[in-house]
């Protein structure tokens, strides 16, 4: 992958209909979601009622995909973390991202772990140490470039299913999780 110039800019109402048509895409629909449950919590991000951050990532100007963040203590803090007792166990002030590229025919190619970087760069910047991703377990592709950005695998953590695989930026994170003393496959 050649330098393109990535961006992010704050996910805004008109963007409601761009990110309707993503999230029915197969690459999508595979790891999030029902399309219009997602649009609907997007649409509490932007309109403040979610505490989330979403955000587009846009190449060369153009929007290529998505990218959203917050505070697990704001997730606890709103009660949305209520289906994930998990989060819990994660410390406050940690930070849970979550993305997904707009086309299918561009994951594995190094767009993801690119934006990726520069969103990590975004992120402390403001000052946040602590950064958490949780793919689903079986979505290797995703896990791949989450470790090319940097990610170690966390062994597991309390309360989490085993369908979900904890990640933190930075090996000298990792030790900042508290786990429940049984090991995961990194």
């Not at 050649?2 to 999508?28: K, T």
Request: proline letters at 9%; glycine letters at 8%.
């Amino acid at each position: 992958m050649n330098n393109p110039d990535i961006a992010f800019r704050p996910a805004r109402a008109e963007d409601l209909p761009i990110l309707a048509v993503w999230l029915a895409r197969p690459h999508w629909r595979e790891w999030w979601g029902a399309p219009e449950d997602e649009l609907s919590m997007i649409r509490d991000m932007i309109e403040g009622r979610d505490p989330a951050e979403p955000y587009l990532i846009e190449m060369d100007g153009e929007p290529v995909g998505y990218i959203q963040s917050c505070r697990v203590a704001d997730i606890l803090d709103s009660g949305l973390g209520e289906d994930h007792p998990w989060l819990s166990s994660l410390p406050p002030e940690a930070v849970g991202i979550d993305l997904s590229l707009a086309d299918g025919e561009t994951l594995g190619r190094g767009l993801g772990s690119a934006a990726l970087t520069l969103f990590l760069d975004h992120l402390y910047a403001q000052g946040h140490r602590i950064i958490v991703i949780d793919p689903a377990a079986d979505n290797h592709r995703a896990i791949g470039a989450y470790r090319k950005a940097g990610f170690v695998a966390v062994p597991r953590v309390k309360d989490c299913p085993n369908d979900i695989h904890i990640m933190v930026h930075g090996p000298s994170n990792h030790h900042l999780i508290p786990t429940d003393n049984k090991t995961r496959l990194a």
